[in-house]
């Protein structure tokens, strides 16, 4: 067996007004969407950051600064695809992701089997191996109060 190893993300951004709401790399109708840099995708953006500490390669922040007008309102499937070409840099593929959303709305369940599909088709896996959850905070906290959406991720990447 070759190396395997694994990493943890997270990533919030705030609900706003006039912004397109993308989560696990598709567009969904709601009110409000994420604010931030690029689209925003708090989901992508986590296992990102997840797919990059698993490679001891620091954060998505690092590769891709909010300073940069490259990344301003990038599509983040092109993030997470560099973050794929990343990791294979230093011999290492995606074996599986297991996420978790914070959101009070919109619901996400049905939304999921899109989003795994979609998520599997960027970094070229199964979309067995794409595990994507769905939570509310019991309307507590900033999620509760719809201010924001937070996304974990926890990824197991190989090297052959």
Known sequence: MGKIRVGFGFDVHRLVPERELWLGG??????????GHSDADVLIHAICDALLGAANMRDIGYHFP???AEFHLIDSKILLRKTIELIATKGYHVGNVDATVCAERPKLKVHIPDMQQCLASVMQVDVDDVSIKATTTEKLG???????????????????
């Open 26 to 35: 598709i567009r969904l109708e709601h009110e409000l969407g994420l604010l």
């Open 66 to 68: 909010d300073t940069s």
């Open 142 to 160: 900033f999620t509760g109060r719809e201010e924001g959406i937070s996304a974990y991720a926890t990824v197991l990447i190989e090297k052959d």
